[in-house]
């Protein structure tokens, strides 16, 4: 079974940090990367890192937020520092295989509040 399996939200207050797990298992991803969505707004691309190790993120985390991966472990990690209120979203997984097929973990929630 191919899933995508996160772990690591939580309620924090602002200034916190959280770090994001998100364990691939039953096939090889090739891209993969972090997505949220705040109530009433698209989802976005946070931050997305390739198995050989380019990286992208939005320029609202930047400086903030760090995407690693460690493919020994087909897991890919989203260290947020510094989080605002704005950061607040449901943060899902996202990866694509080696066959180009495209998976979501089940979303995990992060809410950054005073």
């Known amino acids: 079974q191919i899933q995508l399996m996160e772990s690591g939200g939580g309620s924090v207050q602002p200034g916190d940090s959280l770090r994001l797990s998100c364990k691939a298992s039953g096939s090889t991803f090739m891209d993969m990367g972090w997505y949220r969505q705040a109530p009433g707004k698209q989802r976005e691309l946070v931050a997305a890192?390739?198995?050989?190790?380019?990286?992208n993120s939005t320029d609202s985390v930047k400086g903030r937020f760090t995407i690693s991966r460690d493919s020994a472990e087909d897991t890919i990690y989203l260290q947020m520092n510094s989080l605002i209120p704005e950061d607040t979203a449901v943060y899902s997984c996202?990866?694509?295989?080696?066959?180009?097929?495209?998976?979501w973990g089940q979303g995990t929630q992060v809410t950054v509040s005073s």
């Open positions: 996202n990866g694509k295989t080696i066959w180009g097929a495209i998976y």
């Open positions: 890192i390739t198995r050989y190790g380019k990286i």
